[in-house]
């Protein structure tokens, strides 16, 4: 049974960082695509970067040069590395698990199996 667990969340001012991690259990994550997700009160649940078991990122153009994402493999853990933040930034994040191929986009819903229950993002400003 797959299991993620993200953690790392929390308030910040704007312009702070934030480094979210999200343990895997029950899968290898250097096998598949995994993702982080964002939802906001009232809006859709959107994609914000992924990674491919071959190292290839995908990022929204909202966080384009400001968010990366990395995983560890031998602590089968994903990170999202999240600077120069925004009040935009706040959500619930989540980290997600999918499969290495697929016709679905990276950022998109759709491609992803396996989700984690969040952790709170809050940027004041």
């Known amino acids: 049974q797959v299991q993620l667990v993200e953690s790392g969340g929390g308030s910040v001012q704007a312009g702070g960082s934030l480094r979210l991690s999200c343990a895997a259990s029950?899968?290898?994550?250097?096998?598949?695509?995994m993702g982080w997700f964002r939802q906001a009160p009232g809006k859709e649940r959107e994609g914000v970067a992924s990674i491919h078991r071959s190292g290839t990122t995908t990022y929204a153009d909202s966080v384009k040069g400001r968010f990366t994402i990395s995983q560890d493999n031998a602590g089968n853990t994903l990170y999202l590395q999240m600077n120069s933040l925004k009040p935009e930034d706040t959500a619930m994040y989540y980290c997600?698990?999918?499969?290495?191929?697929?016709?679905?986009?990276?950022?998109?819903?759709?491609?992803?199996?396996?989700w984690g229950q969040g952790t709170q993002v809050t940027v004041s400003s």
């Open positions: 029950g899968y290898i994550i250097s096998t598949g695509r």
């Open positions: 997600a698990a999918g499969p290495p191929s697929s016709t679905w986009s990276p950022l998109s819903r759709n491609r992803y199996n396996s």
